[in-house]
């Protein structure tokens, strides 16, 4: 890739670690909202950089829908952290350094990239033609999701 | 520029998804790591797509990145719907 593509990656990289890193610390729904807005901007644009415009838009358009749907999750009290929590954070940046480890000593094959930029008309077919079963799986899974919302609210 | 960059930036996402959903105990800060999840691992999927996929077989990281990320929408969904359940009793 050239070094406009390189240097918009690294970018739109940053713009999604950093609104991720807001969700995940901020402690208002407002701001927790927000970041994952900008994860949701950064990681559609780092995909449409990517030459996958087509699942970039998707992308974004999730993880909007998913700062609204969560943004309508209860407000409970957080308790306080306890030394789990804490494991469990220390754990998710040990994972983190497996993952970078794995992918760093990872063989891959470098080829070249043969497809488009956007791809709508490819995607499309690949996920109704061949994938269709994960289509419908997933598809079949966001029903549920969307029923469960209407029963978590007193519905039957 | 290599593989390696989108599986590093992928797995940062990831990385700060897991921690978001094991650290905090807040339901609406919880499921949004379920969703910073997918988002890491659709940046995966479309980076190893993009730069190690075979020729004759270009887009399907860019398939399972769209399923991987209706997958987390769901998940969270069904945790709003959980969480709301618990809470209204």
């Known amino acids: 890739m050239d070094t406009v593509h390189t240097a918009a990656f690294y970018a739109t990289a940053a713009i999604a670690i950093a609104g991720a890193l807001l969700a995940a610390l901020a402690r208002s729904r407002a701001l927790g909202a927000g970041g994952l807005l900008l994860t949701a901007l950064g ?32 407000r409970g009290a957080e308790a306080a952290s306890s030394r789990g929590h804490n494991l469990a954070a220390l754990l998710s940046a040990v994972l983190f350094a497996a993952l970078v480890y794995a992918a760093y000593r990872g063989l891959y094959h470098s080829a070249q990239y043969p497809g488009g930029q956007f791809n709508a008309g490819a995607l499309g077919r690949l996920l109704v033609g061949r994938d269709a079963l994960a289509v419908i799986a997933a598809g079949a899974a966001t029903l549920v999701a969307a029923r469960s919302l209407d029963w978590g609210r007193g519905g039957r | 520029m290599t593989v390696l960059q ?4 992928g797995a940062a ?14 339901p609406a800060a919880l499921l949004r790591g379920i969703l910073l999840m997918g988002a890491g691992a659709a940046v995966a999927a479309a980076g190893a797509s993009r730069l190690a996929s075979a020729s004759f077989d270009p887009l399907s990281g860019q398939g399972f990145a769209v399923i991987v990320v209706f997958g987390s929408l769901a998940l969270a969904a069904l945790g709003v719907g959980v969480f709301a359940r618990g809470t209204s009793r």
Do not use: K
């Not at chain 1, 415009?53 to 358009?61: K, M, N, T, W």
């Not at chain 2, 989108?6 to 930036?9: G, K």
């Open chain 2, 13 to 26: 996402l990831f990385a700060i998804g897991i921690f978001a959903t094991a650290y905090r105990r807040q």
């Open chain 2, 6 to 9: 989108p599986l590093v930036a």
């Open chain 1, 43 to 74: 990681a559609a644009l780092l995909l449409a950089d990517l030459s996958a415009g087509f699942a970039g838009l998707l992308v974004f358009i999730v993880l909007v829908a998913g700062a609204g749907v969560v943004g309508t999750a209860p």
